[in-house]
């Protein structure tokens, strides 16, 4: 791969490289293990002593290649990809914290991450502070423990889009010692790279926009390299390792220790890699990414002009508009678009809102955001199902919110459909 490309060529060609003859297009790997003609190459890849594959729960060809795209997208040196979202966003932090640690998050997250944090971690040992996006630096300090790990946020919070001011956040994470981690499933890195603005590990549901398509469940995550793990804060990653006869991530693997520990121990270990069919098919969502990304990104915008301007609508959320409180990080972060999520509310409230999500015809009710079909969802009865009215409120859900997740179909028959639905409330 010519290092110079673009990111929309990267989106179509990095991470595969025919040989001679080769297949032109990525081919699907749909094979567990791999043969050797003698036994001793077999002990060196269990001792990682040489690179390559043996067993497909811990690494595949085709899931290689598009790990090696997902790193070349967002600029990082190495990338997992794991069998889902919630996959990425559990071992982005367990890769880094154990019983007895503690890491801090921004609120405003996914719900599911929300309960992954506050109840599955827990029962492993591993305590969360959650800290309000607006938090200013002082409490965002106080927020850390010695025994604190992590600084955890997402790009574009899903649903409450609030736009993560990335900058800052790692400034406060790398003052307390501690690698930022962004969730950037809704950007994408063609919308922002939050490695540029000095974010440590990316994760995302490549269930999303990745995907593109709906077809399949997902997660990765990705190193940006460099982060300085020898600072007493990550002996897991700095002593022998005994599982693998005393090697040592940060002297073995300079260049991604993080990354390396987390597939040969964690993946290894717990059997959650991706499956080589489903990167097959999000590879081949990312060979439109670019595409993609702009189409969702504009109609989202047009669509949350229109719905403002509209007698039966009370609020609309969308972070590309002038009236967002998110406006001007937006500007900074998402300057070719705030990806194709908004949010609204019909006057009403709840109930005028459920007759306008039956009343939908084009958009369908459907518990997913993020792919080329526009879609609709209820959070606080759906995806936030199981938060509290207090971190309901954190997340920033109100209970009147309909999510819109914008598709790629022609701007007019979407503004219509919502005319027609909105027209019955
Ligand atoms: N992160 C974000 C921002 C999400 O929106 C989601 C799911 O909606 C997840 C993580 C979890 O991803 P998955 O459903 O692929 O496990």
């Not at 309000?132 to 790990?149: G, H, L, T």
């Not at 460099?226 to 390792?241: A, H, I, Q, T, V």
């Not at 809102?353 to 997913?368: P, R, T, Y």
Request: hydrophobic share 40%; proline share 5%.
């Amino acid at each position: 791969m010519n290092k110079d490309w673009k990111i929309e060529t990267r989106a179509v060609q990095a991470g595969y490289e025919p040989e001679n003859g080769g297949p032109r297009v990525l081919p699907l790997y749909q094979s567990t293990t791999y043969k050797y003609d003698d036994a001793q190459s077999v002990a060196d890849l269990f001792d990682l002593k040489r690179d390559g594959f043996f067993y497909t729960r811990l690494a595949n060809p085709t899931v290689d290649a598009f790990e090696k795209k997902m790193a070349s997208l967002e600029g990082g040196v190495a990338a997992v990809a794991v069998s889902a979202g919630q996959a990425a966003s559990m071992m982005s932090v367990m890769n880094i914290a154990s019983a007895g640690d503690h890491f801090v998050a921004v609120s405003s997250l996914y719900g599911g991450t929300v309960s992954l944090f506050t109840n599955t971690l827990k029962k492993f040992g591993i305590e969360v502070t959650f800290i309000s996006p607006d938090a200013d630096d002082d409490a965002v300090r106080r927020a850390f423990r010695p025994n604190s790990k992590a600084l955890f946020a997402e790009m574009l919070a899903n649903p409450a889009l609030i736009v993560l001011d990335v900058e800052r956040f790692a400034r406060l994470a790398h003052e307390a010692g501690v690698p930022l981690i962004v969730d950037n499933t809704f950007p994408t890195a063609y919308l922002c790279r939050p490695f540029d603005f000095g974010a440590d590990i990316v994760t995302h549901s490549t269930t999303k926009y990745t995907d593109g398509h709906a077809l399949c469940v997902g997660g990765v995550v990705i190193e940006k390299g460099g982060f300085d793990w020898n600072n007493g804060k990550f002996p897991g990653l700095c002593e022998p390792d005994e599982s693998y006869h005393g090697l040592v991530y940060t002297k073995n693997f300079p260049a991604a220790p993080y990354s390396v520990k987390m597939r040969v121990q964690y993946v290894r270990d717990l059997g959650n890699g991706m499956a080589p069919f489903n990167a097959f098919l999000s590879n081949v969502g990312l060979e439109t990414l670019h595409l993609r990304m702009e189409r969702h990104s504009s109609n989202a915008l047009a669509l949350a002009k229109h719905l403002e301007q509209h007698p039966k609508v009370g609020w609309v959320n969308y972070p590309g508009l002038k009236s967002s409180t998110q406006y001007a990080l937006a500007q900074k972060y998402l300057p070719n678009g705030a990806s194709g999520v908004l949010c609204f509310g019909v006057k009403g409230g709840k109930p005028a809102g459920e007759i306008v999500m039956n009343s939908l015809k084009l958009a369908a009710i459907v518990v997913h955001v993020a792919d080329v079909r526009t879609g609709v969802l209820h959070p606080a009865s759906m995806t936030h199902r199981q938060l509290s009215d207090a971190e309901l409120a954190a997340a920033g859900v109100s209970p009147d919110m309909i999510r819109v997740s914008v598709g790629i179909e022609n701007i007019d028959d979407i503004i219509s459909d919502f005319d027609q639905a909105l027209a019955k409330a």
